[in-house]
């Protein structure tokens, strides 16, 4: 006790200007600064320190927290003090006091000890503060919007099919068209119809497509109100029988189900509705065949036979609860979720600036809540709370088989709990339950892949204000609970991170086309005047068609479009709430008069809000280019998830594209929180077995998606990146049991350590332009690849045992490896660049052959005219093999080509952000993503040997830092910075080999790092114009430094 009090009184003087040198700042709480609402009952504790003189280490560390600010000055940190710690780490530091409580905020501050004793304080007072730890916590009930209309709408939908025909045993591609008529008389206020089909369809109102979906298994609604006419209109629908999923367990079937199943929902100016349902009055043929028949129908929705139906996409709700404060409010708390998206207001003002809340998880594993501070926000007297409530994630149709309510069944829902602390210490709570209000908003529909429609007209005016009546809204209801657990966000919200103004607007074919310069994620600002009920559509694309239109075809099933109805009487602003998109180009359609850059705004939306954490300068405007399109494919691809693109019918957490680029993602940006949250996806997807799936959250479990080679291995390789970029042993901890088990998973299916078996659909070398990479041999290369990180692991945990275990497993799959696949001359498997690569990247290739291996690969190489030939898995370790093995002329002359196939090609065709095949202009139009980041892996390459930016891998986190740059004649110059978890490295470099070199470094306090520098015959090396005493080693010569700013010359 007496040691604590001593301690305390020092903190006494924590702003004390004798102990502002090298004071510990950016102090961080689980890598975030100041965070609202966690529940990590473990926090760990980070910071860096400014001094910037060489050499400063700090020695030891103590960590004070204390329940009030106050209370540091008073000389009391009253909840835990660390103690002196002889440490020079600061990074990743696990609390150890009491058990910290739901609600409560607490303060913490830090004091260093540098190599000669001197003390040094933060100058900040930093802060965290719990959200709700226990179930118990929690007294909000479930609550959403029975919609009245839904039952009529469903009641009279039949499954039909064409006559004499049988729906269940349907033979794959045969095409059947089904027709309907529908008299109106009189222009209708809205209509909308609803088709889904067991099967591929495509959907016509007078003529007109209005739709088209492949296999898509919920309702796709359609807005044909501008399509319907006075009179008679006609329904056509064509369905073409679908040919078993390939990735699915019934691949190989002869036959398929199939079945139509429509509503079209016509609401006239009056608000009366007039509904055209499928049924025996349907006419149906084959499409080879003239004479139209009676429709059969086979069944009602939710057919066993046919597969559950989900509701028709309702509109999003408004609901709300008024509330009274009686007296002045100290604090006030919001704990909010969804079951779905929602956005909160409180007194008609909206509540953060957080987009598509509460993101995207497993739901049934895990539900993430947002914590807000709204104390500024609530006034003594009466007050509203507010909230919209959409589909999101939760109960879109998700992947391309269009799986809505996947993770848990309808309806959407909010669960909200706002707490009140009044000055007197009482306490008010408002909870979401029955008697809230609620009632249909002017969002008629929203999905992610299908965009939003929004009816100005609806509106409801000041409906989250105590002003509004809300009389004729209906109650809301108490709706089943979620059995998942209610988990505080991890990371950072999905925010808008930046404004795009359109370089251009061109008129095409009767529409509008607004170029925004970059193809970017989120969505389109639009502003607009004109008549009451004018509809202007906003469709979605990457890339433009020959005649200036765009190029749609590589969207699939994703409608990609918002559309908005005007109110009249002014300037309208609008833009969605729970949609996002992926485009550089945006078609407008029915605008009113013709359209300026002025209308229209791109609104960039990412999880990645800071930023970019690294940088690059070059000789080269090729490479230069690549770390900017690199950035962007990231913010675009970062949404919660890391999605493989964020444009079609997937936008899903794809393990290998994130596995091969989080090498390079955790230079760009600070993704430490982010690789916590997306390793809970993870891990909540892992199969009984131990496999790890292959999409996280795992949205393709009916089509048995677990355990690729790459994808899987993912499981592994995020949390050995994370290690590696930001020292954090947390993440290698919390996920090491998950870890193990995928090991065991597969060393069990593969005893002869050969990976042949559990490997799921095995992607392999994905997109590979010389695709005849043998699977297993890449399959067990990973394995070996995977084994190895996990022995670091289990020495970085003090796992020792664990650690034997896999170095055992590792010479016992180098050993199969090299009998199955490695021949005596040196050539491995098929002889594929991608053989080679990962042979000697993950060492199963013997020494003596190593040269052999290494010849062999740059003669493939060169056979193809300098072009790569690789794929997802073997290109983010090409240009690293060739440079390691001393051929980093090779790596250079394939990082700066410009033909087909290579990085360069891409961006010689106009690309800013990376595309998903080396072909992207050519290649298949169904899988032809834009903005696609797995080949963006290597601008980790450039960081790393260019910059010459890494870490060694004995000192994870860039305690200890490895400087070398790679010299070559075609880049003569380069260097970058990046802002590790220590603080900013910089270089800065010119040379020639063999001619003469300059480096500028900057390395940040307590830190230290080793510096390569060129051999060059008949010079010396000097730092400041000093000689320096090298040492070489592997033809560089090796000077060791600590921190600070250092200028070294080879001449």
């Known amino acids: 006790m007496r040691r604590i009090c001593l301690s305390c009184a020092l903190v006494a003087c924590l702003f004390s200007a004798l102990w502002a040198q090298a004071a510990p700042v950016h102090l961080r709480i689980d890598y975030r600064e100041n965070p609202?609402?966690?529940?990590?009952?473990?926090?760990?504790?980070?910071?860096?320190?400014?001094?910037?003189?060489?050499?400063w280490r700090q020695s030891a560390y103590e960590i004070l927290v204390a329940s009030r600010p106050e209370t540091f000055q008073s000389g009391n940190p009253d909840v835990w003090d660390s103690g002196r710690q002889t440490s020079s780490e600061s990074i990743g530091i696990a609390y150890g006091g009491p058990a910290l409580q739901s609600r409560k905020r607490y303060y913490w501050a830090v004091r260093v000890w540098d190599s000669t004793g001197q003390q040094s304080r933060s100058a900040e007072t930093a802060w965290w503060e719990m959200g709700l730890l226990q179930k118990s916590d929690w007294s909000a009930k479930w609550i959403t919007r029975t919609d009245p209309e839904d039952a009529s709408d469903r009641a009279g939908i039949r499954w039909i099919w064409a006559a004499g025909q049988n729906a269940l045993q349907a033979v794959p591609k045969s095409v059947f068209l089904f027709h309907a008529t529908v008299k109106l008389k009189e222009k209708p206020k809205?209509?909308?119809?609803?088709?889904?089909?067991?099967?591929?369809?495509?959907?016509?109102?007078?003529?007109?497509?209005?739709?088209?979906?492949?296999?898509?298994?919920?309702?796709?609604?359609?807005?044909?109100?501008?399509?319907?006419?006075?009179?008679?209109?006609?329904i056509d629908i064509a369905v073409t029988v679908a040919e078993p999923n390939r990735f699915a367990p019934q691949a190989d079937s002869k036959i398929s189900k199939a079945a139509l199943a429509a509503l079209l929902k016509v609401i006239r100016p009056n608000g009366a509705i007039t509904r055209v349902f499928t049924n025996s009055k349907w006419k149906s043929r084959a499409q080879d065949q003239t004479k139209w028949k009676k429709a059969d129908v086979v069944a009602e929705l939710g057919d066993a036979n046919l597969g559950p139906v989900p509701p028709l996409p309702p509109p999003a709700a408004l609901l709300r609860r008024s509330f009274d404060v009686p007296k002045t409010v100290r604090s006030a708390r919001l704990y909010v979720t969804a079951l779905g998206s929602y956005r909160m207001l409180l007194n008609g003002e909206r509540i953060g600036n957080d987009l598509l809340t509460p993101g995207f998880t497993d739901y049934s594993k895990r539900v993430q809540y947002q914590t807000y501070d709204v104390t500024q926000q609530v006034t003594i007297g009466k007050n509203v709370l507010g909230a919209i409530l959409g589909a999101g994630w939760f109960g879109s149709g998700m992947t391309w088989a269009g799986q809505a309510y996947f993770f848990q069944p309808a309806p959407v829902r909010l669960l909200a709990q706002l707490e009140i602390q009044h000055s007197d210490g009482s306490r008010d709570t408002v909870i979401s339950d029955s008697s809230w209000k609620t009632a249909t908003s002017p969002i008629l529909h929203s999905e992610i892949y299908s965009g939003e429609t929004y009816d100005a007209r609806d509106e409801a005016g000041n409906w989250a204000q105590v002003s509004f009546n809300d009389a004729k809204w209906q109650l809301a209801t108490v709706a089943p609970g979620s059995s998942a657990p209610l988990v505080a966000q991890l990371d950072t919200p999905v925010r808008i991170v930046q404004t795009l103004t359109p370089t251009s607007v061109t008129p095409v074919n009767g529409t509008y086309v607004f170029d925004m310069g970059q193809n970017m994620v989120g969505w389109a600002s639009l502003k607009v005047s004109g008549p009451t009920g004018t509809r202007v559509?906003?469709?979605?694309?990457?890339?433009?068609?020959?005649?200036?239109?765009?190029?749609?075809?590589?969207?699939?099933?994703?409608?990609?479009?918002?559309?908005?109805v005007l109110r009249g009487g002014g300037e309208e602003s609008y833009a969605p709430s729970f949609t996002f998109h992926g485009f550089r180009y945006v078609e407008v359609s029915g605008f009113p008069g013709t359209p300026t850059a002025a209308n229209l705004i791109g609104e960039v939306a990412s999880s990645l809000g800071g930023d970019p954490t690294a940088h690059v300068n070059t000789a080269s405007d090729l490479v230069n280019r690549m770390w900017s399109i690199g950035i962007w494919g990231q913010r675009g691809n970062f949404v919660s998830i890391p999605t493989d693109c964020p444009q079609r019918d997937e936008r899903l957490g794809w393990m290998g594209?994130?596995?091969?680029?989080?090498?390079?993602?955790?230079?760009?940006?600070?993704?430490?929180?982010?690789s916590h949250k997306f390793m809970h996806d993870v891990t909540d997807g892992q199969t009984d077995a131990g496999a790890f799936t292959n999409v996280s959250p795992d949205s393709l479990r009916p089509f048995g998606s677990e355990g690729a080679p790459g994808w899987a291995d993912a499981g592994?390789?995020?949390?050995?990146?994370?290690?590696?970029?930001?020292?954090?042993r947390s993440i290698i901890e919390r996920n090491w049991d998950a870890m193990q088990r995928f090991m065991d998973f597969i060393a069990k299916a593969n005893p002869d350590f050969i990976r042949k078996n559990g490997v799921g659909p095995n992607y392999a070398d994905w997109l590979a332009p010389d695709d005849r990479t043998n699977k297993d041999l890449l399959a067990t290369a990973y394995w070996a690849l995977v084994a190895r990180m996990l022995e670091q692991m289990a020495h970085a945990i003090g796992k020792e045992e664990e650690a034997k275990r896999y170095?055992?497993?590792?010479?016992?799959?180098?050993?199969?490896?090299?009998?199955?696949?490695?021949?005596?001359?040196?050539?491995?498997?098929?002889?594929?660049?991608?053989?080679?690569?990962?042979?000697?990247?993950?060492?199963?290739?013997?020494?003596?052959?190593?040269?052999?291996?290494?010849?062999?690969?740059?003669?493939?190489?060169e056979s193809r005219n300098w072009h790569l030939s690789t794929g997802f898995l073997g290109t983010p370790f090409l240009l690293s093999t060739l440079a390691d093995h001393g051929r980093a002329d090779v790596a250079y002359r394939l990082l700066l080509n410009e033909t087909y196939p290579s990085w360069g090609y891409m961006l010689s065709k106009g690309a800013t952000t990376w595309w998903e095949r080396w072909n992207g202009d050519t290649g298949d139009p169904a899988m032809n993503s834009y903005n696609h980041y797995a080949f963006g892996s290597v601008v980790a390459w450039v960081y790393r040997y260019v910059a010459g930016i890494d870490t060694a891998t004995d000192s994870p986190g860039f305690h200890h830092i490895m400087i070398h740059p790679h010299l070559d004649a075609a880049m003569p110059k380069a260097g970058g910075e990046y802002e590790s978890v220590y603080g900013k490295i910089t270089t800065e470099w010119s040379g020639l080999p063999n001619r003469g070199f300059s480096l500028r470094v900057v390395i940040p306090a307590n830190t230290s790092a080793t510096v390569y520098l060129p051999v060059i015959s008949g010079t010396t090396v000097a730092e400041d114009g000093a000689p320096v005493a090298t040492h070489q080693e592997n033809g560089s010569q090796i000077v060791e430094i600590g921190s600070g700013t250092y200028h070294f010359d080879v001449k």
């Open 190 to 234: 809205d209509a909308a119809l609803f088709v889904i089909a067991r099967g591929d369809f495509k959907a016509q109102i007078n003529g007109s497509q209005v739709g088209a979906k492949r296999e898509w298994h919920e309702f796709d609604r359609e807005d044909v109100t501008e399509l319907l006419k006075v009179g008679a209109n006609t």
């Open 657 to 674: 594209d994130a596995g091969v680029f989080w090498r390079t993602g955790s230079y760009n940006f600070d993704i430490a929180a982010f």
């Open 537 to 564: 559509r906003m469709r979605f694309a990457e890339r433009l068609n020959p005649d200036g239109s765009i190029y749609t075809e590589n969207l699939r099933n994703a409608d990609a479009s918002d559309s908005y």
């Open 36 to 55: 609202l609402g966690i529940d990590d009952t473990t926090p760990h504790f980070s910071w860096q320190s400014d001094n910037t003189e060489r050499n």
């Open 716 to 728: 592994v390789i995020i949390p050995w990146t994370a290690w590696m970029q930001y020292g954090d």
């Open 807 to 861: 170095a055992d497993l590792i010479s016992n799959i180098k050993a199969a490896f090299q009998k199955e696949y490695i021949k005596e001359d040196g050539t491995v498997g098929t002889g594929t660049q991608t053989s080679y690569v990962v042979a000697l990247y993950t060492g199963m290739a013997p020494d003596s052959l190593q040269a052999a291996l290494v010849n062999n690969l740059v003669k493939d190489i």
